[in-house]
């Protein structure tokens, strides 16, 4: 058995007197997910409906996946509009693109069974699918739902409890599943109304897990209408073994009217995010210059005495502690250290700061120091008298200076043998 696209040059009431048997389903309403087939012959109407004839039409149209069951065993699928005509002898063909290739294993396997039965089919059914997204299930909370609040702004993560409705809308991704194990054999026709309340309840209940997972990643819940995306994804994730996996059912949209947390949550949230943001000394600075200029405004309304109020006032402000300067203060970023100059810089006559013998900018020499003496306290002076004990200069005492680079000892009264500087024998010719 088989389908061949079949070429058809009349349409409309003409087809079905070109075919043996004509097989079409009209466009099936949002309410409903699987209809049967009934076939429409020309002249005898006595047939047995459940035999299709070899030869016969068969119209898929869009939105619609059909399949053929035969002794009780799916057979054919077709999930491409057209027309098709129907053959017996031939292997089953499997017109599912839209659905992955997992059906064709599964037809395939069927036709074997049915080979190696050697049953002659008695018992041959024609079932349309509505592939077409569903929309428009309602849902909302009975019961609060758990829901995580991160803010890692402030350092937050508590649990609170919201409430939620909206609608949802799904698709029959896997039209083998939902035949096998949701609605199977019927007569006419399977609605949505006949398991709704019982996806709904799953639906909600999935909810939790996909708020934790969302929460997780610091979405507060007053975001989560901009968030469905991510949302569909978390539910379709913990739904993939119940829903696409049993029933071959996807969730693909989810519409919030509103979520709400209690008051009492709200309130809470709240004060620990104004809590929060005193932790900056500027800001705790202003909410107090707020809350004492409010306070100095009702005491001058005070109808018992304004003086009596603003003393009370004063010393509530005294035993506060810390006042709004303070943290004005603690706010103000603390002054760069300055950089210490180097022991041994000197600062040229063109004011460039240098460490070397010759200046970086005009290339002058180091000037050298001026010439001092040590007085019997230790104190290294310049003028006549000692800076330190006030004694007199010694008089007498030859002071030394090296004539060949200028530099001069910290005792000049004392100075080594060689120059430090240059290595110039200290003689006569050093004395000042």
Known sequence: MGLITAAVQAIGGTMKDQWVEYFYCESMPSDVLMVKGHKKTKGNNKGDDNVITDGSTIVVADGQCMIIVVQGRIMEICAEPGTYEYRFGDSPSILSSGFGKGLVGTAKEMWDRFKHGGDIPKDQRIYYFNTKEIMNNLFGTQNPIPFRVVDANIGLDIDISVRCNGSYSYQITDPVLFYTNICGNVTDSFTRQE????????????????????????????????????????????????WLGTRGITIKKIAFNSIT?????????????????????????????????????????????????????????????????????????????????????????????????????CGSGKPAPAQGWTCSCGTVNQGKFCMECGKTKPAGAPLYKCDKCGWTPADPTNPPKFCPECGDVFDENDAQ
């Open 261 to 361: 947390a209690s008051k009492e949550d709200e309130q809470m949230i709240k004060d620990m995010q104004r809590a929060a943001v005193n932790r900056n000394p500027g800001m705790a600075a202003a909410t107090m210059v707020t809350a004492t200029a409010q306070a100095m405004q009702d005491a001058a309304k005070n109808t018992n005495g304004a003086v009596n109020a603003f003393m009370g006032f004063n010393a509530a402000q005294q035993a506060g502690g810390i006042n709004a300067s303070q943290l004005f203060q603690m706010q103000q970023p603390a002054a760069a250290p300055q950089a210490a100059p180097a022991a041994d810089s000197w600062t040229c006559s063109c004011g460039t700061a240098n460490t070397g013998k010759f200046c970086m900018s």
């Open 195 to 242: 398991f709704d309340t019982q996806m709904r309840a799953e639906f909600l209940n999935i909810l939790q897990p996909a708020f934790a997972k969302i929460s997780e990643q610091g979405i507060r819940y007053s975001a989560l209408p901009g968030r469905t995306t991510e949302l569909c994804k978390a539910i379709n994730e913990d739904l993939k073994d119940e």
